[in-house]
């Protein structure tokens, strides 16, 4: 029993990535779209956190909204993975439930 | 029919953006259909409890007092998250009292609101079929 996060909004602007990581289950999978990609990238102040959540969480980024913003994924931090639109349905077929942080 | 636990999760202050109110408009929607409706409120989310709200003066219709009305419509858990309280200064005397009649209890009066920590809040979350985010 899982579930799929997603946060579409930068972390740098709201909480709600941050929020989304305090009530994560071991197991769960956290997918950030749209601003929410700006959360995977390394050298942040948040990335020691983010690897800190990558222990027990899985973490993806739509890879699309990646590339629309300029950024490559080579500035992802380790741990983050990229996923297609494909990828993205998946992970909602294979967790329990999705829940939006909006 | 197969009961589903429906989970509305509440995140935002509210008037400031339409949301606490599509949330409630919402809820009062579900609660037609026979399900268990439980609600979470949690970070910007616990505002929207506060009691004392006046919007008189901003031209909206302050919604505060629809949050009494979902006893009767069988919306009996109101989960408020004790760390969203702290962080911004609140405590459970600001927020207003939400009651329910239990039917199967002789009727007795008891409280819709329960606060509950960040760790019972994802456990909460993680028990719903449904998920809903305001």
């Known amino acids: 029993m899982s579930t799929l996060h997603t946060v579409n909004k930068s972390p740098f602007a709201n909480q709600s990535l941050i929020s989304c990581l305090g009530h994560c289950k071991d197991g769960d999978a956290v997918l950030m779209i749209e601003d929410g990609v700006y959360g995977g990238l390394g050298g942040t102040g948040l990335t020691e956190i983010m690897a800190n959540a990558a222990k027990s969480v899985s973490l993806y980024v739509l890879s699309p909204d990646l590339a629309a913003r300029g950024v490559d994924a080579a500035r992802l931090m380790q741990g983050v993975q990229g996923v297609d639109y494909a990828g993205f349905v998946d992970l909602v077929a294979t967790h329990d439930r999705t829940q939006n942080w909006l | ?134």
């Not at chain 2, 439980?38 to 009691?51: E, N, P």
């Not at chain 2, 408020?80 to 239990?102: C, K, N, P």
């Not at chain 2, 009727?107 to 909460?124: G, Y």
């Open chain 2, 1 to 134: 029919m197969t009961i589903k636990n429906f989970l509305y999760v509440n995140r935002k202050a509210p008037y400031g953006t339409i949301y606490a109110l599509e949330s409630l408009e919402v809820v009062l929607i579900g609660a037609a259909f026979d399900q268990d409706v439980s609600l979470a409120f949690l970070d910007d989310g616990v505002f929207q409890l506060t009691k004392g709200q006046n919007t008189d003066g901003i031209g909206v219709k302050n919604f505060s007092p629809t949050f009494r009305a979902l006893g009767d419509y069988d919306v009996t858990k109101l989960y408020v998250e004790a760390e969203s309280l702290a962080e911004r200064g609140l405590t459970a005397d600001d927020l207003q009292e939400v009651m329910y009649e239990d039917e199967d209890d002789d009727w007795a009066e008891k409280p819709s609101i329960k606060i509950i920590s960040r760790a019972e809040m994802a456990d909460v979350m993680a028990g719903a079929d449904v998920v809903l985010s305001f």
